[in-house]
């Protein structure tokens, strides 16, 4: 027999509980798996009923997702065969492509925006969260309170006056004013999440730095940062979430330079007809970005709160 | 190296006073030994000279220049903490190379490579050069901030409690060590212990701190000798100075209200009979405890002695220390 160890699940134990976070993958992850399946079905398979679990995958949703279309007759088709793969799935359906679509600029705008406004949030929020965490501040606690105030309505309450407002300084549908916006919703969580954090940081580490010859500013990156880094991600990660998914401000004020992409999809129902594919093409490619970056970040996640070198 | 002053600090947190009115003359190249119970404020005193604390009043001079609008970075200070400290994302080698690579010193690598391996060498964590800061036993966590602080030539070395989680022979090796830094490289070292025999051997000068205020100053052996208060004379001394009532024998001086006898003041075969209680054979000494009136004593005795518990011994003080009813020495100054 094996020894047993008591910090140690047994094979049996780590079978059972594999099984079950293998069952809750499935459940949640099934929504996901039918969209990136929808975005390779055609447009008669995706509302094929019953669905399709068998079907001739076509690149069709994309194509038609990133171009715009017009009809054309047989005998002008003829005439100008294609010449690229995606040209033929267009001609098959008797059209030619008349010029990219919007999806392509809504996207990077999404870009912009999402990864900006996380960047700038996080950026101040970890400057403030260390100021409350390791100065005096006056009024210290009403300041916190204050900043975590501005969360407790939903941030569309206020979506009225922040179009007159845009609107008068100039700001409606540009990226600065929706970097800013998203910003502005984000900071609160993100000061409270990472002076968390940065309190679980003991001040030892900054002082040893001081005594081996760093100014504050100095010990702040090269002790503070690394052992926030964690706490930095997790942030990040929830501030990108909330800029790259929301829609009603998007909506309000956004509609050409500046629009991104969750106002943009469902735009794409109403073009020729409810298609489906392209949509759902749309999505899975909106899914992508946040992905990869909380992938990219999985190590700092997983790596918890370094068991610090502090004798406690 | 540096003469280091400090002129009537003080330091208060609420209303402790965690340092009081400390004067204090460090010189150049000096080994000070700061005791103290817990709470008397030495961990204080470091970090006031270190700049990581600001005094209330009082000065800090390193060399006749006050130091005191200087940040901890400008004071050229090193600082080994109590709760030592290392960055736990970096390795060992990291570690001590950080003080080296601070923007004030910006050390070439190789001399880096150099330092480090020979403090490495010295403090034997060369083979842990490696690992990660965090991996590391509590007894190396605490060689690796001693020698944080040994890759730096500063005008100071600030030590709390350095050697107190290591064992009893690297303690020792590490103790010879220190005081060779000391002797050869003429480093002047402030340092926090409680342990005495780390405060007679290194010391060229030890403190006594009780409740923020520095009680006596002196060499080792003027502290252990001629004791300025009884709670200094109980600090000092292994096993601890007996205390007992100053009428036990006749010929105590007015005012007396307690007597000290070291374990080495006692003399035996005349005197008042006291009663064996035990006798303890610890090796390098032999302990024999007594009773008297219902007072504990602690003397030792040479180990092949045949007394038992329930024999009777006369003993009676020899040198004795006396002191008055608020722990201040009477007959100071007369012994010596
Ligand atoms: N930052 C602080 N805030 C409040 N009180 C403090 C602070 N630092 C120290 N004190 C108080 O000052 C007094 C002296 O503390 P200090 O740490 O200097 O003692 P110490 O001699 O180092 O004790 P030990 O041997 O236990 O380390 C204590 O009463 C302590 O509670
Ligand atoms: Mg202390």
């Known amino acids: 027999m094996s020894a047993t160890s008591p910090t140690e699940p047994g094979a049996r134990l780590k079978l059972v509980s594999g099984l079950l976070v293998g069952l809750y993958a499935l459940i949640t992850l099934l929504p996901l798996l039918w969209i990136i399946a929808t975005g390779f079905k055609s447009s008669a398979d995706a509302i094929a009923y019953p669905p399709k679990l068998v079907f001739e995958p076509t690149l069709e949703g994309y194509v038609n997702l990133f171009t715009t279309q017009t009809r054309q007759t047989p005998e002008m088709l003829a005439a100008d065969p294609p010449t690229t793969w995606y040209e033929r799935i267009v001609s098959e359906k008797g059209m030619v492509i008349a010029g990219p679509s919007r999806f392509g600029e809504r996207f990077l705008n999404s870009i912009i925006i999402g990864f900006g406004s996380t960047f700038l949030s996080v950026f101040l929020g970890t400057l403030a969260a260390y100021a409350f965490s390791r100065y005096r501040v006056p009024l210290k606690d009403d300041l916190l309170f204050f900043i975590l105030s501005t969360r407790m309505m939903p941030p569309i309450a206020v979506a009225i006056p922040i179009f007159l407002m845009f609107r008068t300084i100039g700001l409606s549908d540009t990226h600065a004013g929706m970097i800013l916006l998203y910003t502005a919703v984000n900071l609160s969580l993100a000061v409270w999440l990472l002076k968390g954090f940065i309190d679980e940081i003991p001040r030892e580490y900054e002082e040893a730095a001081l005594i081996d010859g760093y100014s504050r500013f100095h010990a702040f990156v090269k002790v503070v940062l690394p052992q926030a880094a964690t706490g930095i991600a997790s942030t990040a990660i929830f501030c990108l979430i909330f800029a790259w998914n929301e829609y009603a401000f998007a909506v309000l004020l956004t509609s050409g330079t500046a629009q991104t992409a969750p106002p943009f999809i469902p735009t794409i129902i109403g073009v020729g007809g409810r298609d489906w594919p392209a949509v759902a093409a749309g999505a899975t490619l909106f899914l992508l970005p946040v992905m990869v970056f909380t992938i990219l970040l999985r190590k700092h996640l997983l790596r918890g709160i370094t068991f610090g070198a502090v004798r406690k | ?336």
Do not use: C
Not at chain 2, 39 to 57: D, I, Q, W
Not at chain 2, 78 to 106: C, D, G, I, K, W
Not at chain 2, 228 to 239: S, Y
């Open chain 2, 1 to 336: 190296m540096a003469e280091v002053v400090l002129e009537r600090l003080r330091r208060s947190f609420g209303a402790t006073v965690a340092t009081d009115d400390v004067s204090l003359v460090i010189p150049d190249g000096a080994f000070v030994v700061l005791l103290g119970p817990t709470g008397a404020g030495k961990t204080t005193l470091l970090r006031l000279v270190s700049g990581l604390e600001a005094p209330e009043a009082g000065d800090i001079r390193f060399d006749g220049r006050s130091v005191l609008g200087l940040m901890p970075a400008e004071r050229n200070v090193t600082m080994v903490f109590q709760q030592y400290s290392l960055y736990p994302h970096m390795t060992v080698r990291e570690n001590l190379a950080f003080p080296l690579r601070s923007p004030r010193l910006r050390t070439p690598e190789a001399e880096i490579a150099r330092k480090v391996g020979e403090v490495a060498e010295v403090l034997r964590i060369a083979h842990k050069l490696d690992n990660r800061a965090t991996a590391l036993s509590g007894g190396e966590m605490q060689r690796v901030s001693i020698g944080r602080a040994l890759v730096r030539t500063p005008a100071i070395h600030l030590m709390d409690e350095p050697l107190s989680s290591l064992d009893a022979k690297l303690r020792a090796d590490l103790r010879v060590e220190l005081k060779r830094i000391q002797a050869t490289l003429g480093a002047t070292l402030l340092y926090v212990t409680h342990d005495q025999i780390e405060a007679m051997t290194m010391a060229t000068h030890v403190g006594v701190l009780d409740q923020g205020r520095l009680v006596q100053f002196g060499s080792p052996r003027e502290v252990y000798e001629d004791p300025a208060t009884l709670h200094v004379a109980i600090r000092l001394g292994l096993p601890r100075i007996n205390t007992l009532p100053a009428d036990l024998w006749p010929g105590a001086p007015a005012g007396a209200r307690v007597i000290g006898l070291r374990p080495e003041h006692i003399a035996t075969g005349r005197g008042r009979a006291a009663s064996v209680q035990r006798v303890e054979h610890l090796g390098d000494q032999t302990r024999l405890h007594l009773r008297l009136d219902g007072h504990e004593i602690v003397t030792l005795i040479d180990p092949d002695t045949d007394l038992e518990p329930g024999d009777s011994l006369a003993i009676e003080p020899r040198n004795p220390l006396y002191f008055d009813a608020a722990g201040g020495r009477i007959d100071r100054g007369d012994r010596r």
